[in-house]
């Protein structure tokens, strides 16, 4: 499997300059070859190279094989939609490969990365978070450059081993909402509150600083961007390691809501729309899924149809089943649950009844 190691670039300001330069001319020269792609209709970067290789390298001053690398990032943004010319940001990223870009030393003690540039081979300090240093032989591949609110990065790819996929003998069934990010069919429950208090903080902020419109609250804005979704991504990383791991200590497979498409097929309040729009479910999906593949542990997607009215114990399915968001009470046999833990024991349900894994359990036959 296949990860993105982040790897932030330690230079001083005359380094980044020249950084900034390449970065610059390389997406000037992309944009010069594209206005060839699209005038010649070629997607070939055979055909373009022969086309402009001498005039990009002696105009723009880039060494042959970044000369080679814009020619092929362009060519692959033509090919995407040939019925106009791509256009490159100013500073867009470069992708580099092994002849112009290797890392050197250890990457785990004193780390450094050999980088072409308008100037040269420039030798660069990096810093490796401790989450990928373990990864950092397993560096693969070409390595993408990004500048970024004034620094620069590294993004790798990484070649991971997946785990030996587990024998499940069980399902964790996983109820995904707006209130509660997520709830298992254990009864763990992952609260929402921090995330919609941050939400409605750096709103109401940010309302404050663009009515002031001073050059300090412009600055403060910049300073802030992003925090939000930063903050709400970490919760999320958290949540899914948290159910991860408890699929693997307890031999489960993972049963999740297919939510492709919910914001589409559902309307709410204008007052709740906020919150609503701004759900992560599918990231936190995503990382659910990479982490569950990385530790050998399969998912299964189920209907979410009905889970919240359907009762988890006698299987009657009514509206009125569920009295508000947090209480649930089935109008046949009586029963009282908290709603997103009925839902998520209805989808454990549906998970064990559609898997073709072997559960052999009383209550495998048990559907929602």
């Given amino acids: 499997m296949k990860t993105i190691a982040k790897i932030k670039l330690v230079a001083d300001k005359s380094e980044k300059q020249v950084l900034l330069r390449t970065v610059e001319k390389f997406n000037e020269a992309c944009n010069e070859i594209a206005q060839t792609c699209f005038e010649k209709k070629s997607a070939s970067k055979f055909d373009i190279q022969k086309l402009v290789y001498h005039d990009i390298r002696e105009k723009y001053g880039l060494s042959a094989q970044l000369t080679v690398r814009a020619i092929s990032k362009t060519c692959e943004a033509y090919k995407l939609n040939k019925k106009k010319q791509p256009k490159f940001l100013k500073h867009g990223s470069i992708t580099y490969d092994q002849r112009i870009l290797s890392f050197k030393g250890s990457l785990l003690e004193k780390p450094k990365v050999s980088i072409s540039t308008l100037e040269g081979r420039k030798l660069f300090d990096i810093e490796i978070r401790e989450y990928f240093k373990g990864r950092a032989d397993r560096i693969k591949g070409q390595v993408d450059l990004v500048y970024k609110k004034g620094e620069f990065y590294l993004y790798a ?87 991860v791991k408890k699929a693997k200590d307890t031999n489960c497979f993972v049963a999740l809501e297919d939510l492709t498409n919910i914001n589409k097929k559902t309307t709410v309040r204008k007052k709740q729309r906020a919150e609503r729009y701004s759900w992560a479910f599918y990231q936190l999906r995503t990382f659910i899924n990479y982490k569950a593949k990385l530790a050998g542990i399969p998912i299964v997607l189920v209907d979410p ?64």
């Fill in 157 to 243: 790819t990484c070649d991971m081993p997946e785990d030996t996929p587990i024998n499940p003998t069980d399902c964790l069934g996983i109820d995904l909402g707006v209130k509660n990010i997520a709830v298992d069919s254990s009864g763990e429950v992952f609260s929402n509150e921090k995330v919609e208090k941050t939400r409605v903080r750096l709103l109401n902020l940010r309302s404050s600083l663009q009515k002031a419109g001073t050059k300090s609250a412009k600055r403060k804005l910049k300073k802030i961007s992003g925090k939000e979704r930063r903050f709400r991504s970490d919760v999320n990383h958290c949540v899914s390691k948290i159910i």
């Fill in 305 to 368: 149809r009905n889970t919240s009215r359907t009762c988890s114990v006698c299987g009657h399915c009514e509206k009125s089943n569920r009295k508000n968001q947090e209480e649930f009470c089935c109008k046949k046999c009586k029963h009282e649950d908290h709603a997103d833990y009925n839902a998520a024991k209805n989808i454990r349900n549906k998970g064990l009844h559609q898997s073709a894994y072997c559960c052999p359990l009383n209550n495998c036959s048990k559907v929602a």
